[in-house]
């Protein structure tokens, strides 16, 4: 079953590459096809939680479309999520392929020799910039270091600090779904603003963290870990550096460059190493895409919620409404970030409420500049991981540091989020005023 499941996957992302490359009849169709089969022949093996998420999904686009005559939104919105395997195949390879890095052995290093009484910030930044790459994956570097036998209430102080680190990846990184999603309704914003943008703001963020949630800040432990989390930099640089110089010389959109760009760069990080074990690789790049019919189904049904939503709008009345409230900019940036948080915090996965509120202010005047609202969606996507228990960065902590996910939940992440959040609306609306 896995290896057709990930036979499917790889025939998807050869169609996804020949899709960017040339214009040929049926392709699109062809990707329809391919992904409504991929995900009939992996339901029986879907989670309970996905499965429930995405009929509660279903059963929504159904009634959407059934009310206001849209099914042939229906089939847009498959066509549209039908590069969405392509991607997670490619991150599943970059996965693959940083396992195979030193760098990556020597961050497991870095962290095992951090002090505990000074390992606050320089776990912040390590997961941020390993998890920029390996996402969730750095959990699988980070667990192993506190032992079998460490104490529930050590490995909960880690885990709760770590996910800071993780909660501003989805401010600028390329990698993470959320770019991908944000990026399909607001194509025409540059990668590099976004990137170089979110950048800035994950530089507040963390100086937040360490200022007023770390357990003993200095800036002596701040600087002796970012000397010593230096060399993790630079491949997480490179690979940023490769999606951005796509997207610019080749007039790709993000989505495009990561598919089409990425994966070169990955055979050759692996073949470059001489201990590398390039028929281990292989084979985890082959079993992870084997597994990602979870995350491909949660987003080909909101995609496809969305364009239906998105179609029937005009009738809804709703856009009318909106626009008789003259909400003004600051409003919709602060609505946006705040909607993703309260909705993570009642469970509501971030890919359905971020492609609700992208359906929603890309469809009227908000007075937003198109790179702020790209920005604020991700800000909102990112600080909302961290506290709801829909958030696979909760669930996979949960699952490698044994913690029941409910007590990974702290008061002190909560308010974490929503003081960043305050903050950084407030610095979007001032760079919006500078823009407009």
Request: proline share 6%; hydrophobic share 60%; charged share 10%.
């Amino acid at each position: 079953m896995n290896k057709l499941l990930s036979l499917l996957i790889a025939m998807l992302w050869v169609l996804a590459v020949a899709r960017i490359l040339v214009t040929a009849p049926y392709l699109t169709e062809t990707m329809i096809t391919l992904i409504i089969g991929f995900l009939i022949v992996g339901l029986p093996r879907m989670p309970k939680h996905t499965l429930i998420l995405c009929g509660l999904l279903m059963v929504a686009m159904l009634g959407v479309a059934q009310s206001y005559g849209q099914w042939r939104a229906i089939a847009n919105g498959v066509a549209n999520a039908s590069i969405f395997p392509a991607f997670l195949a490619t991150i599943v390879l970059l996965r693959a392929a940083a396992d195979q890095r030193p760098e990556i052995a020597n961050a497991r290093q870095l962290f095992s020799e951090l002090p505990k009484n000074e390992r606050d910030s320089g776990i912040v930044i390590g997961t941020h910039l390993i998890g920029a790459i390996l996402q969730v994956g750095v959990f699988a570097v980070l667990a192993p270091i506190l032992g079998r036998n460490a104490p529930l209430t050590e490995r909960r102080e880690v885990f709760t600090t770590a996910i800071r680190g993780m909660m501003t990846v989805p401010f600028w990184s390329p990698f993470i779904v959320g770019m991908a999603v944000a990026s399909q309704y607001l194509p025409l914003v540059p990668l590099w603003q976004i990137m170089g943008l979110g950048l800035l703001l994950t530089v507040i963020a963390i100086l937040i963290s360490f200022a007023l949630f770390d357990r003993k800040p200095g800036v002596i432990a701040l600087s002796r870990s970012l000397a010593s989390l230096a060399p993790v930099a630079l491949p997480v640089f490179i690979a940023a550096l490769i999606v951005v110089g796509a997207t610019v010389t080749l007039e790709l959109t993000t989505l495009e460059a990561l598919v089409l760009a990425l994966p070169i760069p990955c055979v050759l990080a692996v073949l470059s190493v001489r201990t590398a074990d390039i028929k281990k690789a292989a084979i985890q790049t082959g079993n992870g895409i084997g597994r990602i019919g979870p995350e491909t189904l949660i987003l080909v049904c909101s995609t496809t919620l969305g364009a239906v939503f998105e179609a029937a709008l005009p009738q809804m009345g709703l856009l009318n409404w909106l626009n008789s409230l003259a909400l003004p900019p600051w409003a919709v940036i602060l609505i946006i970030i705040m909607t993703m948080n309260f909705a993570g915090l009642f469970g509501i996965h971030s890919i359905v409420s971020g492609t609700f509120l992208l359906v929603i202010f890309t469809s009227v005047p908000s007075g937003v500049t198109d790179l702020v609202l790209m920005q604020s969606i991700l800000v909102g996507w990112g600080l909302c991981s961290g506290i709801s228990i829909a958030s696979l960065t909760v669930v996979t902590g949960a699952t490698m540091f044994k913690i029941p996910p409910l007590e990974l939940i702290t008061r002190a992440n909560i308010a974490y989020v929503f003081l960043t959040s305050t903050i950084t609306a407030g610095l979007l609306w001032g760079l919006n005023r500078a823009l407009a």
